[in-house]
């Protein structure tokens, strides 16, 4: 248990890094507050039309008589509604991380460069950088995805479908936020996506400790954009400690294999 907390640890240090750096607090907010604007507009959409989604998935229910039909359609309503913003969260990090770029690029790398040690860089242009970034991102959100219609469907089921699924939702999306945002870490590090999630896996609580808290977070209107550059920070610095000599789980990778590319996942 003691790796949650260590994981929360690294969001206070990332969010305190940023604090005394106050330029580049105010560079890496610029994407997320483009990415906000049009989540915004997908999720006020999403709680107008929630009800009528579930009415039509429901046609079974159209007989039944007051209050069940109410209760039925009500929960669902709102499972639709949390996984939502459940998507959101980890959607929103991968589109900031692909518009932010070069912003959250130059701001890992000045993490690194005041740890002290070695200054990773990938070698690669920016727009290898974004094809790869926007490639792997795909390809966590599929995985997000398969998650999604496993617990959608797991809402059904009367009391854990209104309990424990909510719950496990912000566990799955706890760990695919820290994944995409320790990404802008360990790619200049030359790990592949499949290499990232080994290593990962490898900590398993440490990484909710750090994601779980953040995606909370990011639920709060507008708290994501302000919290993406700490967030950053904060993953760098739990990338560092990752992959530093000594530590468990560090798959190979090198920038060959990261140029390449071509690793199953």
């Known amino acids: ?9 690294y969001v206070m240090k990332g969010q305190r890094w940023v604090a005394r750096r106050g330029r580049w607090f105010g560079f890496g907010l610029l994407p997320g507050l483009i990415t906000l604007f049009v989540y915004a507009g997908a999720l006020v959409g999403l709680g107008h039309g929630a009800d009528d989604l579930v009415a039509w998935a429901t046609p079974f229910a159209d007989a039944w008589s007051s209050p069940w039909q109410a209760l039925l359609r009500t929960a669902l309503t709102a499972l639709v509604f949390v996984l939502g913003l459940f998507l959101a969260v980890v959607t929103f990090t991968a589109v900031t991380l692909l518009v932010g770029q070069p912003f959250y690029e130059s701001l890992s790398e000045e993490v690194d460069r005041g740890e002290g040690g070695e200054v990773p860089e990938s070698g690669l242009s920016l727009w290898r950088e974004l094809w790869i970034s926007a490639r792997d991102s795909v390809r966590v ?18 009391v854990i479908g209104q309990t424990v699924v909510p719950a496990l939702a912000f566990c799955v999306s706890g760990y695919f936020l820290a994944e995409e945002l320790t990404a802008v870490a360990l790619q200049r590090r030359g790990m592949v996506l499949k290499d990232r999630l080994v290593l990962l896996r490898g900590r398993r609580l440490l990484v909710l400790g750090f994601g779980v808290p953040l995606a909370l977070a990011f639920l709060v209107p507008f708290a994501a ?26 798959p190979g990778g090198g920038p060959d294999a990261r140029a390449a590319g071509d690793q199953p996942v």
Do not use: N, Q
């Open 1 to 9: 248990m003691s790796d949650l907390g260590a994981g929360f640890g």
């Open 141 to 158: 959100l599929l995985r997000v995805a398969l998650y999604g219609i496993a617990l959608f469907a797991c809402g059904f089921i009367p």
């Open 225 to 250: 954009v302000f919290l993406m550059p700490g967030a950053v920070a904060g993953a760098t610095l739990l990338a560092r400690d990752l992959t530093a000599p000594g530590t468990d789980a560090k």
